[in-house]
């Protein structure tokens, strides 16, 4: 087998040791929230984390992005790509200063505009410390670290929300205090304080990283409206409890996002090095086919099993909500096309590209939510969720296609997308679930039999 697949496998290996690992236990503190907070507590909580992401890309210039970017390149001292990082650092706590009394301003936030503002920073700090760890190809210790940080976000939780009984106030300065220890730990044990000592200031990659990084403020924002603007309009239509409901509805799908965040960080690390060393368009086919594969299979699993599950997995007033997850998983799935998509973006440095793409889709988005979720509630936000994450897989096949050869069998790939939709939507209408969802299976592995015996046998000529 070829060096570059056995890297990506290893990496991938690593990546799941950490996100597995992290997800799994977040996945379990579900049933913490919806048993210690109400569904009206839980919105609140949420809406506080959803304005914060919003701010965080416009504070940080995304440069975290540029950190693993420039940190693999061989052009620069990767000690000055952290150095650029910290600068952006020590804006940011100014920009957090000025933003908590403007912040104020929302009625909603106004109790917990300190803690947004630093749970902001802490962010910020977060990503660019772990990103330079996986830059330096610290990947083990940037898989232990986030273990660690999730344990510790959980054991906080355990403690403020199921002991002390402290509530929203409880579960946010969980997230705080997980956050600056971890952050703290990465700072000592990835050896950052010899590194800035080694750093020089460099204009000229200071220059690059924020030409790099710039479009991607606009990217992130409006994957924010993908991700999250549903939640602040269906607080202001409908209300906190409704949002409560449908926060718990869109935590399903981080089973799917774990295939993804574990996938996607070991490839955009491989996508980049393939890039600079071979261009292999091979490598990129063969990977794509497999990737949709694993994440279509596991869809088709969890939407079989969504309605038994969730009738144990959340408190009473939150049951209500399995009859969203499956759409939302399909959207889960052409979320994980567009990922694949968006780190090829990455290797090309067309970021601008990877803007106007999430741009487009977040107009998609707005438009349908603000259509729809007036007249058919919650359901309105998970067909514009669907319809937006659909768009931009489509846009960025096409246009990633541009500038690299793709091989794509557009049979198998609509087929194995048709057959997970079909199956969700039978299974949100609540018809005949476990006979649906078995002949789905069925049906899904007669269409990919095909590929899984050519995979076999291109692997077992590489040993």
């Keep these: 087998m070829k060096k570059k697949y056995l890297s990506l496998m290893k990496d991938t290996l690593i990546f799941s040791l950490g996100s597995f690992g992290s997800k799994i236990i977040l996945f379990f503190m579900v049933p913490l929230y919806t048993n210690y907070l109400t569904t009206e507590e839980y919105g609140t909580a949420d809406l506080v984390f959803t304005v914060a992401q919003f701010l965080t890309p416009i504070m940080s210039v995304v440069i975290h992005d540029a950190i693993i970017r420039y940190g693999l390149s061989k052009d620069f001292k990767r000690e000055n790509v952290l150095r650029v990082g910290y600068y952006i650092i020590g804006v940011d706590i100014l920009v ?5 009394p403007v912040v104020g301003l929302y009625k909603p936030l106004t109790q917990w505009k300190w803690y947004l503002s630093v749970y902001a920073v802490i962010s910020i700090v977060d990503s660019i410390q772990f990103n330079y760890l996986k830059a330096c190809g610290k990947n083990r210790l940037y898989a232990v670290l986030s273990v660690l940080k999730t344990a510790c976000m959980a054991s906080l939780n355990v403690l403020l929300l199921a002991i002390k009984h402290i509530g929203v106030r409880g579960y946010l300065l969980a997230n705080i205090l997980a956050l600056c220890l971890t952050d703290l730990l990465v700072f000592i044990f990835g050896k950052y304080a010899s590194e800035l000592k080694r750093s020089e200031h460099d204009s000229k990659l200071l220059k690059e990283m924020l030409w790099y990084s710039a479009p991607l403020i606009l990217n992130n924002i409006s994957w924010w409206v993908i991700q999250s603007s549903d939640k602040v309009m269906i607080e202001y239509i409908l209300g906190p409890a409704m949002l409560g409901l449908y ?3 869109a935590k399903i799908p981080a089973l799917i996002n774990v295939v993804i965040s574990i996938f996607s960080q070991a490839w955009g690390i491989s996508s980049i090095t393939e890039y600079e060393d071979s261009n292999d ?3 990129y086919s063969t990977v794509q086919r497999m990737y949709l594969f694993v994440v279509c299979a596991a869809c088709i699993i969890y939407i079989s099993i969504i309605k038994v ?4 997995y959340v408190g009473v007033d939150f049951r209500d909500a ?5 759409l939302l998983l399909v959207s889960a799935v052409f979320s994980s096309i567009s990922s694949f998509y968006g780190s090829l973006y990455g290797a090309l440095k067309k970021t601008v590209n990877n803007m106007l793409s999430t741009v487009f889709s977040a107009v998609v988005n707005i438009i349908i939510n603000f259509m729809l ?9 998970v067909i514009g969720t669907v319809a937006a994450y659909f768009f931009i897989a489509i846009y960025r096949i096409f246009d990633v296609r541009r500038y690299l050869h793709i091989e794509i ?3 198998n790939y609509i087929s194995n997308c048709f057959i997970v939709f079909l199956q969700a939507t039978l299974v949100s209408l609540d018809l005949y679930t476990y006979a649906v969802s078995f002949i789905a299976l069925i049906v899904f592995l007669i269409n990919n039999l095909k590929y899984l015996k050519q995979l076999n046998h291109r692997f077992r000529r590489k040993n």
Excluded: E, K, N, Q
């Design 309 to 312: 599950f969730m009738s144990f």
């Design 281 to 283: 368009s091979t490598f």
């Design 373 to 381: 979720i007036p007249v058919v509630g919650i359901w309105g936000a």
């Design 247 to 249: 926060t718990v509805a």
């Design 322 to 326: 399995w009859r969203y997850v499956p």
């Design 96 to 100: 957090a200063i000025a933003l908590g």
């Design 409 to 411: 069998d557009w049979f």
